[in-house]
Structures are given as C-alpha cells and as structure tokens.
C-alpha cells in the first residue's frame, strides 16, 4: 500500500482494508507506522516489533499511547479519515515512549501517559487548523510539546519523578571533540539513528524499523538510512562527541526529515533529492543548536529540529522552480 | 447585559448606554471588566473594587493603565467598536498592576507604566491583524509580551529597579513536595485564585471578582470558581508546594480558561464543559511547566497558561464536531 | 533610483539598469543595499566601502555571504524579480559578517559561512512564504536565526571555535548604571549605532553607511540618523552602561526601525514620523529585553527587535486610521 499522506498532512485513504470491527486496531497500528510517515498498518506492526525487542515496557507504553490518543479524538469527534490514517496515533505513541523514557514509572506517570497522550490529540487537532492555509504538515510537534510541558513541569510538581535520563539543567559552554569515531561508530550510530526514532538504542530496532520501512515504501528506507548516515557524518566532521554519535544521536532528526522531504512532501526528482540532502544535513546543526538552547532548562531536544528543518524547506520549496509538491 | 465578546475576539456592542460624554469612561470600566472577559462596566466597577479593598496603589495603576491604553489607541485612530469594547483596556489594566507589582514604584516606573500600556494597545492591534485569518482572540498575550519586556530590561537599564518580589534567575531542578495541604489551603487557595487574576492575593478581592462575574454572567461566576478549584487541585494532586497553592498561584490561569472555553468561545453543552475541565486541568501542568521555562531568567509566567490553551483548545475544536463555536 | 521595496517585502524592479552579464554583481550589490532596505546597487557599493574602511576581512565576508546566498537562491529557481532586487543577498551579508565576527577564522568556518548563507536563501523562501498571507516583510529574521543556529550549535560541535566576542552565558541580574555619558558618548554611539547595522563599531563607517543611504533615499539617511539618537537617548535615561552606548548598542535597532517605517512601510505623514520615533524608543527596551533573555544562552540578540517591532508595528498600524501603509 503507498503512501497516502499528503503535503498537507490531509490524507484521503482509500480502500482501506478491514471492517468496523477491525478499524481502531488498523488504526492504531496505522498511529505507530505514522512516526515515520507511513500510513500503513504493517509497517506499524514492524515498529511495534523493533521497540517490543529492546524493551518490552516502551513496547506497551507505545501502543497505550497509540489507544489512548486515537480514542480521546474518536470521543471528541474528530474527522474520520483522519483518524483511520492514524494521525492522531503517532503523536500519542511518541509522548508515552519519552514520558517513561524520562520519568519514573510508578502509577501517577501512567496516568500522565494518559493525560498526555489525550493532550497531544488536542494539540494535533489544533495544529492542523493552525497549519490548514499553508497546507503545512504538523509532523511530531505536538509531541516534543508535550513532552516538555510534563518534563518542565517536574520542577514545581513534586509527585511527578524525573530518571537520570533526562539532562541537568546547566549553562552551554564550547565543546571539545571527545573520543575517537571508528568503523563501529559508524554503522552503529546510523542504526541507532533510525532506531532512536523511538526512543531506542539499539542496531537490532533500527534494522527492524528500516525493515518496517521497506514494507510502506522502498526509497523511505533508503532516504532513512542515507539521512541517518549524513547527520552521523555532518557531526563527526564538526567535531561532536563520540558516545553521541554512536548512540544514534545525530542521525534520528536527519533520517525523519530525508524521508518527508525525498520521499513524501516532494515529487522524486534529482533536485529533490539534493534538497533533501542538503536539508538532512542542515538538521544536525540545528538538531545541535536546540539541544544547547535547552541545556539552562534541562530538557532534550527530541524531534524539535526535524519538525523545524522540515516545514522551513516545505514552505521554502513552494518560492523554488527546481523543487515541486508531491501530487495530493 | 449579556457578552458580547465574539469567538473571534470582535465584538459588536449594540445598545451601549451612555452618551459621547460619558463614552470613555464606560470604555475604561469595560476595559477592566474584558480582563475576565465581560464586555460590562459594573462587572468592571465590582473588578476596581476589589482591587482597591486590597490596594489602593495597585487601584490607581489598573486605573491609569485602562486609561492610558485606552487613550494611545484612541489617539492612533483604532475601531471605535473595539474601543468602546474595553478591547484596548484590558492588557493596559494588567501590565500596570504588574509593573507596580514587581518593578519599585518611583517616577521613572510610573512614566514606564504609561509607555508600557500605550505599547499593549500596539501589540493588541498588531494581534487582533496577526489572527485575523483563524478568528481567534487575543487574550491577554499583550499584557504578558510587554510585561516580559520591561522585566528583562532591568538586566540591563541600571535605574529600572526590581521589587524582591520578582525571582531571581536560577536552573530548574527536581521539585520535592513541601508543606501541608488543609481545609484552609482548600477555600483560601480557590478564592485567592480568582483574586491573582490581577496580581491580588486576597480572598475578599477574590470574593468581589466572583461577585462582578455574576453581573456579568452567572455561568461565569460559577466557571471560575470552578476552573480555580480544579487547577488547585490538580497542583495538590501532582505534589506542587502548599504555599502556591495557598496563594492562588495554581488557580487563575485555570479559572480563566474555564471562562473562556465554558463560557464565551464554545456553545454550552455538556461536552463543552467537560472539555473546559479537561483544559482548566492541562491548564495547571502547563502553567508548572512555563514558571520553570521561565526560571533561567527569573520572569513570572502570568497568565501565558491561561493564553496558550484557550488558544490551541480554540482552534482544536474546530475539528471535534461534538464541540460547537459560540454564535458570533 | 527610488526605494522599490514594497510593505510585502516583494520588489517589482522596473527598469533595472545593466544587460544579463552585469545582472548577477548587481544583485548582489542590491543584497548589500538591502540591509538598510535600499534595493540600489549604488547604496549597496557604500555600505560594502563602508565595511572595508574599517575591515577588509568583514569586507570579503560581506561580498562572500551576498555571493553564496543569492547564488543559492539561482540554482534552486527562485523568481527573478526577488533575486535582481536583492532580496536573497542581505540576509546572507549579514550572516557572513557575524560568523566571522563571532567565530575564529579557519577554513571550517568559511564553509560553514557559505552553507549559512546558503541556509539563510531557504529560510528567506520559507518566510516570505509564510507571511504572504499578512503581506508581511521577512526582514532580518533568517539571518538572525541563521547567525543563533550556528553559534548554539558550538555548543556541541568541538570544532566549530568562537571568539571571545560572543557573550559568555550567565543568568541575567540586576544591572547598575555604569561610566558616565559625555557628548563623545553621545555623537560616536550615534555614529556607531548606525555602523553596528553591519557590526561595524567605526563612526567613520556609520558616515559611509549614512552617505549610501542619502544616495538611495535622502529622508532614510535623516531617519537612520534620527534613530540611532533616540535608542541612545532611551538607553542613557534607562541607565545603560555607558560603553554599551557609546558602542552602538542601542543604536542599530532603533535606525532600522526608523528607516522601516518612517520611510518604507507607511506613507509619509505627521502621525507615520510620531509612530516610528515611539517604535525606535520602544525598539531599545525590546533590544535591552532580547538580549537579557539570551544570556542563559551566551548569544547575541543581533537585530531581533528591529525584525520584532517592524513586524508588530507594520501590523498594527492596519488597524489605526491615522496611518496609512506605503503604495505599493
């Protein structure tokens, strides 16, 4: 099945397969596919295998968040194609990934999975009004916002408990080029790249996502693993951190925006392509400037670059002849 | 006199009593009602009222900042209907409580009291244009933006003097839960809520706010007490400390989104309500997590809260058909 | 040649002088010209005399970032119109000279200045997309977060070198007035203020940049001039440090504001001269605010309030009757 997802983030779904009963399952698998823009529900079942393999509890968290925001915009009314194409899932399945990524799992922070994910629906529904005249896509911005209001707010709220993962709060300072990038680094990190997509560190996830990939769209996995791989090179040749690098943390922003530009908001062309290219590496530096603009508030950075890079150059391809809209 | 503030933010004011002689002050007393969204000057008489029971000098700068922006838009040719609105009132009200509030009351203050609320009536102007296209209302973003301003420059003009009450700039760090929640924390806590609406920590202010609301409209009334009790309760329940919550400082971002979604913007049904609690709730984590935003430079979060969910609840349920707009 | 500049920020360049050879250094002329808002190639061949004057090094960095930025634009087929007037030169001008001023001078970071210069062309497409809707002029914005984007990212990339020039990060404090303010203070800030438009601190290139405008349009020049005095006033009454003063910082702004909308954006008139000097004041406490709340950061607030007050300005005079906006 192609993809179906617009340039506007409108997705008309025809022949969707399964009867009623079928629906919020597809639905919700289709909600796991949408992380990387992919608007089919097998491709979905792969991702949700890849995150199942490295960690069961982000395995649960992704399809609870995935239930918990599809259904809060099924009882709110939201538009039903919409929500058959799994837009108001991938949000959902991404806040409740990083909320256990980040907070300690006890019963008030599966309540806040479920507040959150119900919140990042409201958040996609307000966006997508927010964004209809520019025919903008509203990608993943109503998770990293998300994510940030709960994470922010575990400096007033007591009750709500913070892991070590999350960063402390300091001032940036100049960087030094730490430790050496070898052979490993590098196919390490850009799997771990394609992996971190989903909160995850580990090669075996992101083969399996490359592999989910495949199944919604062959150029979406290779512009997913060219991506990966030019963010990983952009920041050894600037000289980031090593442990950075290998832990995929230059590559998941690069691959998510080499598949929406080569692959989905533009029509394939060498031009295309090149823009892409240019725009993957473009989201390292960025992707390295936000995580320092969030350094005095102790917060990471998550998709707050690919969602950026990505609706500065949709917007900016419309000013360029070299670069057209992919066909509705 | 019912309200007449429309879901975009322009109101037509049919019947306004009074004539050219006593125009402007009706518009200032409207100026200081519209802070609670009541287009009504006896609302906004009972508002200057309980302002005063608590200070006199916070009395005089609500008045001169109605009067002050009021005037600067007067002058600059705005549309009479907004004037006679108290549509360039409100952010000119609270700016100059909040100027007398952190900023040391000297000559220079005062001169930046006025300059300050002629800027909020730039800034509604330039608002009221900016979101023109989705009908969406201003709010208090003026009074919040010009506000920040001159709290940021007393970092860098020497005879711009801070009050200790402003916080001191710090890195956000993990909250623990402090003090003790009791019956008195409960009804102080609410009716203080409704009294920080301007910057009073006064139940008897908070008390005549209640009882202007209810000239105003009666479900007002009851919407902010309700809306103050729910972000109290959300602050208690996730652990937020008991001198906050005693002060009202979890409740009036949450009264007045209550206000706002369950009384003005959406058509009453039970749906509407039960979507103004959902957001009177998200209301309270993220006014937790912009105060800790805001912590590295220590700036107070106002009422930016109250703002960003009326707006993105506003645009959200367009696209929820259980919800419907307010006639215009 | 008159100023051709719309309040769209869409040029319509009737009668360009010079055959197609001659068409590409007139461009990118016009680019330099651009950053005072003259789309004139003569004004553009001052203001780059301007910068040799006082160094040839920021000279060659001009000439390279209108060079890489406009050719950019060329490659990737943007219209003609906007390249022949400029309009993708003065944001890469400007992001040429601040790499260099704020990072060492090594082969990395000329690459770096033409892949900023190169970035700063697709987020000038993505803007002037953007704010199509609200005919709203891009000004300095790309070059601006161009310029943040690469200085956060040092942060992180340990090859990416600053210079001592940019601002060590700190949490903002109470300032105290400092030095003393003479009438040096007050011709050289004046001069400087004009200058530091291309981060130039050189009274005699303030005069060079003063005399380009005079050629492009005699009432600009009197504007610059009128603007930069006024920032200095504000700051001196405010109680700025004096060498900030005498430096130009309060300067730079409040010129462009004044040349903005005393001379480009609003027809000329009593009630458009009142507005812009109110803008230009208030543009010094918006620079004194910006830059205080990027000091947790360590960054440089560049000419964020100018882009920020022109913008509220220009839309908020839409609903003031006694200005009108300039024909177009």
Redesign the interface.
Known sequence: MAMKLTPSGFVVTEGVRGGALLAFPDSVLRGIGQVLLQDNSYAGLLFLLGIFVNSPLFGMAALLGAVASTAT?M?????RELLRAGMFGFNGVLVAIALLYFLTPNP?TWGCVV?AA??SS?????????FR??RLPVLTAPFVLTA???????????????TQLLPT??????????GVVDAGTLWEGTLNGVAQIFFQQNPLSGGLFLLGLLLGSRPACLLALGGALAGLLV?W?????EP?LRAGGYGFNSALVAVALGGVFFARSG?AMA?AG?AA??AA??H??????L????MPAMTSSFVLVT???V?????????RAAPG
């Open positions: 915009a009882l709110l009314g939201a538009r008030l507040l119900a919140a409201v958040l996609m529904a307000a966006l997508l009004e927010l005249g520019w940030l209001c709960f994470f922010l707010a575990t400096a007033r709220f007591g009750r709500l408990q913070s709060a300091g001032l940036p300072s100049a960087a030094t080029v730490e920041g040749g600037m000289g980031a951190a950075a031009a823009y240019l590496m473009l530096f960025v390295a400037a936000l995580s320092a603009a350094e005095p508030l102790g609706w500065l150059c917007l900016a391809g419309r000013g360029f002849a070299r670069l």
